[in-house]
């Protein structure tokens, strides 16, 4: 863990706690549109996650798992935790899991700093947060009036991650195959470990996934010795599926 983390134009010690936002592109009106970002870093060294939210800007469960982990103002004892609420700002704006250019940010990465505007956000999540992590948990829900399961997926051919993955403590975790241009998949290339929850639907906030989502990621902090663990009833081991297929209900 570096003694000074740069992020932007910040310049964040250890032991700090700081909230600031990365500047992503400016509107035709000339009004600054930015990413907001929490870091939370202990003095004691250790791993670096990022924990992000609304890739696609209508699953907004993420954004209310961040805003409870910001508000509960955790004590991290090593490392550092960097929290992104909303990583597509102007999909959360329009309620759209898309960017303004009609692109699905979860297939641009690793993006480019002259391409499209999904291109250049996902330039500057990689190359501002992403790269910087060891770790990191990325928070997505299902579609529009498509509820999903509280999930984890991620490569569980990876001990670590299998590790991880069982930790969060959700009734089923999936091994996932990577996806051309998504944040897995690059992420995986510069040997950042990903978990990625999905829980609930899009535009919509679910009680019970927002739940598991907040204290699924406390888990893999204690389970990284990041946080104090939590005292809780020993969870059933989670079913570990290779595949998955969509089901319909008729009414």
Not at 85 to 103: A, E, I, K, Q, W
Not at 139 to 153: E, F, K, V, Y
Not at 165 to 174: D, T
Request: charged share 25%; aromatic share 4%; glycine share 8%.
């Amino acid at each position: 863990m570096p003694d000074i983390l740069e992020i932007g134009e910040h310049r964040i010690p250890r032991g700090s706690r700081v909230r600031l936002e990365i500047p992503v592109a400016q509107l035709s009106t000339g009004t600054q549109v930015a990413m907001p970002v929490q870091v939370i870093r202990s003095r004691k060294a250790g791993p670096v996650v990022f924990i992000s939210a609304a890739i696609h800007g209508d699953e907004l469960n993420g954004v209310e798992i961040i805003r409870r982990l910001i508000a509960k103002a955790p004590t991290i004892t090593s490392g550092s935790v960097i929290l992104v609420p909303m990583v597509n700002v102007f999909g959360v704006h329009s309620l759209s899991r898309y960017t303004p250019d009609r692109r699905d940010l979860n297939r641009t990465f690793p993006g480019s700093e002259k391409g499209s505007l999904a291109g250049r956000l996902a330039h500057i999540f990689m190359n501002e947060i992403v790269n910087q992590c060891d770790y990191g948990i990325d928070l997505h829900t299902g579609a529009i009036h498509r509820s999903n399961l509280p999930q984890i997926r991620a490569n569980l051919k990876d001990d670590e991650t299998r590790r991880l993955a069982e930790a969060f403590g959700v009734p089923v975790i999936l091994n996932s195959e990577l996806r051309d241009g998504s944040l897995r998949q690059i992420a995986a290339e510069q040997g950042t470990r990903i978990l990625l929850y999905e829980a609930g639907e899009a535009l919509r906030f679910d009680e019970l996934s927002i739940r598991a989502g907040v204290k699924g990621v406390q888990n893999v902090l204690a389970a990284l010795g990041m946080m104090r663990k939590r005292s809780r009833r020993n969870l059933p081991e989670p079913f570990a599926a290779n595949k998955s297929k969509i089901g319909r209900a008729h009414v």
